[in-house]
Structures are given as structure tokens and as C-alpha cells.
């Protein structure tokens, strides 16, 4: 059952005191943010806030439940005491993280990757677009054709000589 709007504005109104608060509604739900951070989740028109030990001592004897199947039991809020409600978030705030930013499908060029090189430049250098590694010459490349001298006066055409001996 999709959440009304009226019941989002109604548990943001009592989360005003606490920070900025933005509701997003998402996965069928609402989750509630305040200053960026993700405080409260909203589903089926019940309110629920992590299990967290800073909150034992405010909401030790309330009702546990998973707001979803396959989720963690959360502490479902009473949204008669609003006063409970104000001191849950703001118990549970410093201890809450603001998620970090996830890069959109076609803005990718803007992170770079764990390994730290990009895979276009990777691409670049393998193919012989791009800078190729020292000592290299990219294929099909003007030094490549034309035949070299090496140090033992024999010709070759641009390929690497073996080395026979140990290293």
C-alpha cells in the first residue's frame, strides 16, 4: 500500500526541531533525512528508526519490527508522543553517517576507480592511441616499418630481440 503524502508531512513535522528535514520516497517507502543523514524509514504508514544502543535507554521497551521483509528489526516510533519521537532522532543523529555520493550511470569520466587508472586511458595505451609505456612503440607506427641497426650489426624490423642468456 503506497504511503500518503499527508503521513509524510505529518512525521516530518515532527522531525522539524531536530535539522533540515527532507523525506524521499523510495523502495515503496519514504526514508526521512535529516541534515543529509537517513534518520527515519517510513512504510505501510509506521515509522521506524534503527536499533541503536544510544537509543536503549529512550526506546528500550518499544515495539521492534522490520520495516520490510528480509530487514533488520528497527524500533517502530509511537507517533502520539512527539516529544519521543524529536528525542529518538536527535539521540540517534551523531551517531548516523551522511552517505557518500554514488556516480550516475553516465558520469562515470568524474571518478576514477579503486585502482586508480581510468579504464579509457588503460584502453588508449593498449590499443596505441594514447601514450604508450617508455621504451615501447605502438604498432603500426613509422618506427615500427622502417628496418633498425642493432648493437650486433644485424637488421631487424622494429621487433625486440630476445635475450638468450639469464637475466
Known amino acids: 500500500m503506497p504511503i ?6 505529518f512525521v516530518c513535522g515532527l522531525l522539524e526541531g531536530a535539522g533540515a528535514v527532507r523525506p ?7 526514508l526521512v533525512y535529516i541534515d543529509d543523514k537517513p534518520t527515519v524509514l517510513i512504510t505501510e504508514d ?7 544502543p544510544s537509543l536503549d535507554g529512550l526506546l528500550g521497551g518499544a515495539v521492534k519490527a522490520p520495516p520490510y521483509p528480509g530487514a533488520r528489526d528497527h524500533y517502530v516510533l509511537d ?23 554514488r556516480p550516475r550511470p553516465g ?13 579509457e586511458a588503460a584502453l588508449k595505451t593498449a590499443s596505441g592511441g594514447g601514450p604508450s609505456p617508455a621504451g615501447t612503440v ?10 633498425e641497426k642493432t648493437p650486433s650489426g644485424s637488421r631487424t624490423a622494429g621487433k625486440a630481440r630476445r635475450r638468450t642468456g639469464p637475466r
Open 4 to 9: 500518503s503524502d499527508e503521513f509524510i508531512s
Open 24 to 30: 524521499r520516497k523510495m523502495f515503496g517507502g519514504c
Open 107 to 119: 558520469n562515470r569520466k568524474d571518478v576514477p576507480p579503486k585502482g586508480g587508472v581510468r579504464p
Open 79 to 101: 507517533l502520539d508522543d512527539a516529544d519521543l519521537v524529536l528525542e529518538a532522532a536527535l539521540a540517534i543523529l551523531p551517531h548516523l553517517e551522511v552517505p557518500r555520493p
Open 138 to 147: 605502438p604498432k603500426g607506427s613509422a618506427s615500427e616499418a622502417s628496418p
Open 46 to 52: 509506521t515509522a521506524y528508526v534503527k536499533v541503536h
